[in-house]
């Protein structure tokens, strides 16, 4: 099972922004039962959480980033997606996403970079 993450890229203050986290070499059940986080990591800071979604359909958001992000799932093509829009300089960052299967594994993807200009 891999995490393969997508989507990032320079994008202006203001602009929008799709990542993608594709669960591959797992059957549909398998990603249908995980929870899935997409986490940041900003120079200088600690990983944090920015959304999840569990298998169940909630969501959560960080503060910093509702309203703006939306966090959503295609369980057809095992993919989470994380919709950025009105972006700051502060969202920059390596975006990584974290499954967490119903086994009770956890699986990390490599990261995709973000950087917003201002």
Known sequence: VQLQASGGGLVQAGGSR???????????????GADIDWHRQSPGKQRELVASTASSGH???????????TISR???KKTVYLQMNNLEPEDSGAYYCNARLASGETFWGQGTLVTVSS
């Open 74 to 76: 295609d369980n057809s």
């Open 18 to 32: 799709r990542l993608s986290c594709q669960l591959s070499g797992s059957i549909l059940s398998t990603f249908w």
């Open 59 to 69: 969501t959560n958001y960080a503060d910093s980033v509702k309203g703006r992000f």
